[in-house]
């Protein structure tokens, strides 16, 4: 039973996050408000900023943690880069094919 409760507080979709957002936005206000009338001049000023500065950050922080529908490589038109080398342990890259014959780098000596 609780975790269904529970469930009612979970935020899924974007749009869950903007009505969360606008009502800390509402509550921030309201409580800038209360401290102006407290806090006279720019005490008050530089509580009420705090008060709407913090709905940016909240709002950022649930933007960011609510997963969009589909994530951006599936979507992109253009091929995604293959991987060039690879690595054998985990900061050594396995030696790339050296070239022979003709092609090698001693018989590309010019005197």
Known sequence: ???????????????EA???TYAIAVGAVE???HYLDMYPGWPGWMLALACTGVVFLAGAKLLDSVK????????????LPAQRRR???????????TRRGSMS???????
């Open 31 to 33: 409580r800038g408000r």
């Open 1 to 15: 039973m609780l975790r269904k409760i529970g469930r009612l507080f979970i935020i899924k979709t974007r749009l």
């Open 68 to 79: 969009t529908a589909a994530p951006l490589a599936a979507t992109a038109s253009y091929p």
């Open 18 to 20: 903007w009505l969360v």
């Open 105 to 111: 780098r001693t018989s590309h000596h010019i005197d």
């Open 87 to 97: 690595i054998i342990g985990r900061n050594r890259p396995m030696h790339l094919p």
